[in-house]
C-alpha cells in the first residue's frame, strides 16, 4: 500500500517570500501520480498542481512550482511571492496509475500555511 | 463555475442514530466519491461510484455504511448506526471522466459529530 507523508503540520511565510511544503511518499509502483491541493478555510479542497511521474520535467502552475525526486520519493511543493490568498491546509496526494477510471487517492496529513502581512 | 455542493455542513447526532450526507456534483461527472478525515488525521478514502455501483470501497467502508445517487443528481452517503469514531468531516468528490488525467472536484464536507 502507498503512503503519504507531510512532516511539517504547520509552516508560516512572510507575504511575497518564497516557503518550501514537503511531502514523500512510499510506493512499490513505477508509474503514478501525485497532486497538491489546498484547503482554505471552510472552503472546497481544490487541485494546486499535478505530476505525472513519467515526467521528468516538475510541473509549474504561476506561482506554484514542485520539486520532484523520483528516486527520494519527494515532491515538495514551492510557493513563489507568498499571498495573503495562499494561507490554507495543503495536502500532498498520491494516485496510482493503475487506477483508472477510479481517482482514489492517498492523502498525506497535510500542511497548515499562515501567510504574514 | 459549477461546483460540488455538500449539506449539511455539520450535523451533531447521538451515537447509534442514522445519519445522511447529502452531495450534489457537478452536473456532467460521471464518477462519484467520498473520503473523510478525523480531525488531525489524513483524508481517507471511503467509496467510489460509478454507473450507479460501487466500483471499490475501503476497509472502513462497512455494512454500516452505504451510497446512492436515487435522482441523478443527488449523491448520498448513508450511516446506519453512528459511532463515537464515525465523527469526522466527509468530502464528497466527483469527475467528469475516468483515465489518468482527471482532476476530483471536492465539495466544502460535512462535519459530522457524534455524541
Known amino acids: 500500500a502507498q503512503t503519504v507523508t507531510q512532516s511539517q503540520p504547520e509552516m508560516s511565510v512572510q507575504e511575497a517570500e518564497t516557503v518550501t511544503l514537503s511531502c514523500t511518499y512510499d510506493t512499490s509502483e513505477s508509474d503514478y501520480y501525485l497532486f497538491w491541493y489546498k484547503q482554505p478555510p471552510s472552503r472546497q479542497m481544490i487541485l494546486v498542481i499535478r505530476?505525472?511521474?513519467?515526467?521528468?520535467q516538475n510541473a509549474t502552475e504561476n506561482r506554484f512550482s514542485v520539486n520532484f525526486q523520483k528516486a527520494a520519493k519527494s515532491f515538495s511543493l514551492k510557493i513563489s511571492d507568498s499571498q495573503l490568498g495562499d494561507a490554507a491546509m495543503y495536502f500532498c496526494?498520491?494516485?496510482?496509475?493503475?487506477?483508472?477510471?477510479?481517482?482514489?487517492?492517498?492523502f498525506g496529513t497535510g500542511t497548515r500555511l499562515t501567510i504574514i502581512p | 463555475e459549477p461546483e460540488v455542493t455538500q449539506t449539511p455542513s455539520h450535523q451533531v447526532t447521538q451515537m447509534g442514530q442514522e445519519v445522511i450526507l447529502r452531495c450534489v456534483p457537478i452536473?456532467?461527472?460521471?464518477?462519484f466519491y467520498w473520503y473523510r478525515q478525523i480531525l488531525g488525521q489524513k483524508v481517507e478514502f471511503l467509496v467510489s461510484?460509478?454507473?450507479?455501483?460501487?466500483?471499490?470501497k475501503s476497509e472502513i467502508f462497512d455494512d454500516q455504511f452505504s451510497v446512492e445517487r436515487p435522482d441523478g443528481s443527488n449523491f448520498t452517503l448513508k450511516i446506519r448506526s453512528t459511532k463515537l469514531e464515525d465523527s469526522a468531516m466527509y468530502f464528497c468528490?466527483?469527475?467528469?471522466?475516468?483515465?489518468?488525467?482527471?482532476?476530483?472536484?471536492f465539495g466544502e464536507g460535512s462535519r459530522l459529530t457524534v455524541l
Open positions: 505530476q505525472e511521474a513519467y515526467k521528468q
Open positions: 461510484f460509478y454507473n450507479n455501483e460501487i466500483s471499490e
Open positions: 496526494a498520491y494516485r496510482s496509475w493503475l487506477n483508472f477510471g477510479n481517482e482514489k487517492l492517498t
Open positions: 452536473s456532467n461527472h460521471l464518477y
Open positions: 468528490a466527483s469527475l467528469f471522466s475516468g483515465g489518468n488525467t482527471g482532476e476530483l472536484f
